[in-house]
């Protein structure tokens, strides 16, 4: 019962800035909206997050509609190290309920 | 500093053998989460730790699952009687406490023939 909605998977070349979209149309005024990404046999990676003003961090920038029903992951100029699975994932602020839902995400491929 | 730790990295097993796994969070980390990772699927919690308590342990799978965390520092994951269903990475995170970000390890990746 996944709550974000992502593409299976999107392709881009070094150095260009990708845009990772997220639908999450059902989100709860409550629920944060995180990305994590992932690599072959390693563990997520944390990216960021944020609940309704956009953010920006070493990694990426977090682009959030005003209506918080969407969400975009902003890259720039990708190397073949972003290559990875990427996590939207919705997280809620409830005393007992810090569950990370997992989708399958979006594989991000990098083309040199 | 050091990252969350996990051993062994792999395991290969019989259907009925049973098998441990272990995870050493980041010092400082009071809250501690078990995840199960089946091929191309995204991770999915199983239980999760404040210290030495559980807190939510109602997406372990059987009672053939079993999580516990003595010290509130290690963890073990423990499957008895492992089945194929059971094939996945299995993934340990930690985090400063509920709702800061999670730091997962590099996970133990079963295989149950």
């Known amino acids: 019962d996944a709550k974000t909605t992502q593409p299976d998977s999107m392709e881009s070349t070094e150095g260009e800035t990708v845009h990772l979209p997220c639908s999450h149309a059902?989100?709860?005024?409550?629920?944060?909206i995180y990305w994590y990404r992932q690599v072959p046999l390693q563990g997520p990676e944390y990216v960021t997050h944020g609940l309704q003003q956009n953010t920006t961090n070493s990694m990426a920038f977090l682009a959030i509609a005003s209506d918080r029903k969407s969400s975009t992951l902003i890259l720039p100029h990708v190397s073949l190290r972003d290559a990875a699975v990427y996590h939207c994932i919705l997280r809620v602020n409830t005393e007992g309920a810090d569950r990370l839902t997992f989708g399958k995400g979006t594989q991000l491929i990098i083309q040199p | 500093e050091a990252g969350v730790t996990q051993s062994p990295r792999y395991a290969v097993l019989q259907e009925g053998q049973a098998v441990s796994f272990w995870c050493d969070p980041i010092s400082g980390h009071d809250t501690l989460y078990w995840y199960q990772q089946p091929r191309d699927q995204g991770p999915q919690l199983l239980v999760y730790?404040?210290?030495?308590?559980?807190?939510?342990n109602s997406q372990l799978p059987s009672d053939r699952f079993s999580a516990v965390r003595p010290k509130g520092t290690n963890s073990t994951l423990k499957i008895q009687s492992a089945k194929q269903g059971d094939t996945a990475t299995y993934l340990c995170a930690s985090s400063f406490g509920l709702f800061y970000e999670q730091y997962f390890g590099p996970g133990t990746r079963l295989t149950v023939l």
């Open positions: 730790f404040r210290d030495e308590a559980v807190i939510d």
């Open positions: 059902t989100i709860s005024g409550n629920e944060y």
